[in-house]
């Protein structure tokens, strides 16, 4: 069972289940329930972008008192180009809603992914899966690279005694200290092995260069802060533009 999250959050987050809205919890709360932050103010999840889930969202919405911030409008082709649209519920909390991400695949399969978790009062929530949130984190923002380090040891030390193919795998990708790297190329050398195909920093380990890794996972870093900034370019340049007008 996750630990309490604190009011508004459950209310909007019933709300958006009251009227069936298909969404999986993602950004800080998400951060929160996986173990890897203190708190967050606001809401962000990953919505199906159907007609039919539209209107329920809307629904739920209007019944949160919720009014977009700026832009972009609450519009189907927006949500469909990969932008966020920004919303105040009337008791002041922000949600943020996303239809496509870079990184992650399309709803359907994050939804086949996704983690169920138990917050208060029994209430059982959609998550986006541990390996897509990471995926999702990987921006050009300076905030988000230590959130990765930390999801990703939290779910490492959690599950130290109970490693699966899935999970190993996934912390081989996705370690980014570089002595939990190295000690988990030792526990698991044949995973490794098929990792270093996929990841110079693996690579790095097997191959005895273990003081090359941290300047390997700073590389990494930037090659995904630079594919990030240029998904975005275009994204920035009609908002700029929706502002303008």
């Known amino acids: ?5 604190p009011s508004p959050i459950p209310r909007a987050l019933s709300t958006l289940q009251a009227h069936r809205v298909r969404f ?8 929160v329930l996986y173990g890897a932050a203190e708190f967050s103010r606001d809401v962000d999840i990953h919505l199906l972008a159907s007609a039919e889930n539209l209107s329920r969202l809307k629904d739920a919405l ?16 927006f949500l469909e180009r990969g932008h966020a649209v920004h919303f105040r519920c009337g008791d002041g909390l922000h949600l943020d809603v996303m ?10 399969e994050a939804w086949e992914r996704r983690t169920l978790l138990t917050i208060d009062e029994g209430m059982e929530i959609p998550l986006l899966s541990l390996p897509d949130l990471v995926a999702a984190k990987k921006t050009q923002r300076d905030q988000d690279w230590p959130m990765i380090r930390r999801l990703v040891e939290a779910n490492y030390a959690a599950f130290y005694d109970a490693p699966t193919p899935q999970r190993v795998r996934f912390w081989l990708d996705e370690l980014r200290s570089p002595a939990l790297l190295v000690e988990a190329v030792a526990r698991f050398p044949d995973e490794a092995r098929a990792a270093a195909e996929r990841r110079e920093a693996v690579a790095c380990v097997l191959q005895g260069y273990e003081e090359e890794v941290q300047e390997e996972l700073d590389e990494e870093m930037a090659r995904e802060r630079a594919a990030d900034r240029l998904y975005w370019a275009p994204l920035r340049k009609e908002l700029e533009e929706l502002r303008r007008r």
Do not use: D, K, N, S
């Open 99 to 108: 239809a496509r991400m870079r990184g992650v695949g399309p709803f359907e």
């Open 62 to 77: 209007a019944e949160l008192a919720a009014e977009v911030i700026a832009v972009p409008p609450f519009e189907e082709e």
């Open 1 to 5: 069972e996750a630990p309490l999250i």
């Open 24 to 31: 999986l919890l993602m950004g800080g709360q998400a951060c």
